[in-house]
């Protein structure tokens, strides 16, 4: 079965500050791996994913995140925060023997100027 | 492309009602997804369907839920009878599937509807 776990339920950086936020996954076979994120009283969007190829995947605002398949992680990563970074991010997995995407219990990140 | 468009955006309700929220996809799209979302709980995935078919259901709660597609452009997400137990936002999403692998298309959301059981 797939799952995927976010260890923190909030990450606080100050603004121009690196960010990072965890993430480990848990699929058989090859996983697709996406980052999402929710702005107060919105729907998720997407801002990245890791299907093959190089371990470092770029997406929308500045992010990016890194595939290492030996410790099954997916962190979420961006250089410089910013406070309108500050919301909730979601870790999902697809993959396996099955179309689902299974997302994790999400991260607040709280951005402080 | 106005997305996918879930109504109603809020509902209060009293305990023991039917609750009915809406979906309409993307067009083009051919798996829909119903998610439920509680701060206890995270994001749950309920049901999802490919070409209007149920393919996996196991993670609706329990008998009261139910979930329909009668075609591609039109989904529905029943409660009967609601429980305070209920309350959450329920959150639609649909891909389209591009190349072999379905599960590496990315999922669009829509606003949600958020319920809260009384």
């Known amino acids: 079965a797939q799952s995927v776990a976010q260890p923190e339920d909030q990450v606080n950086v100050a603004e121009g500050n690196p960010l990072t936020v965890k993430c480990t996954y848990s699929?058989?076979?090859?996983?697709?791996l996406f980052w999402y994120v929710q702005y107060p009283n919105r729907g998720l969007q997407f801002l990245l994913k890791?299907?093959?190829?190089?371990?470092l995947v770029k997406g929308s605002y500045g992010f990016e995140a890194e595939f290492n398949k030996s410790q099954t992680s997916f962190h979420l990563k961006k250089p410089s925060a910013l406070v309108s970074d500050s919301a909730l991010y979601f870790c999902?997995?697809?993959?396996?023997?099955?179309?689902?995407?299974?997302f994790g219990t999400g991260t607040l990140l709280a951005v402080q100027p | 492309d106005a997305g996918v468009i879930q109504s109603p955006r809020h509902e209060v309700t009293e305990m023991g009602q039917e609750v009915t929220l809406r979906c309409k996809p993307i067009?083009?799209?051919?798996?829909l997804f119903w998610y439920r979302q509680t701060m206890m709980r995270g994001l749950e995935l309920l049901i999802y369907?490919?070409?209007?078919?149920?393919?996996?259901d196991s993670g609706m709660p329990e008998d009261r839920f139910s979930a329909k597609m009668p075609n591609a452009s039109f989904s529905t997400l029943k409660i009967q009878p609601s429980e305070p137990r209920d309350s959450a936002v329920y959150f639609c999403?649909?891909?389209?599937?591009?190349?072999?692998?379905?599960?590496?298309?990315?999922?669009?959301f829509g606003a949600g509807s958020r319920l809260t059981v009384l």
């Open positions: 999403a649909s891909r389209f599937v591009e190349g072999a692998s379905s599960g590496a298309n990315v999922l669009t």
């Open positions: 699929v058989s076979g090859n996983p697709y």
């Open positions: 890791y299907i093959t190829g190089d371990n």
């Open positions: 999902a997995v697809g993959g396996g023997a099955t179309n689902k995407l299974i």
């Open positions: 067009s083009g799209h051919d798996y």
């Open positions: 369907f490919n070409n209007n078919v149920p393919i996996d």
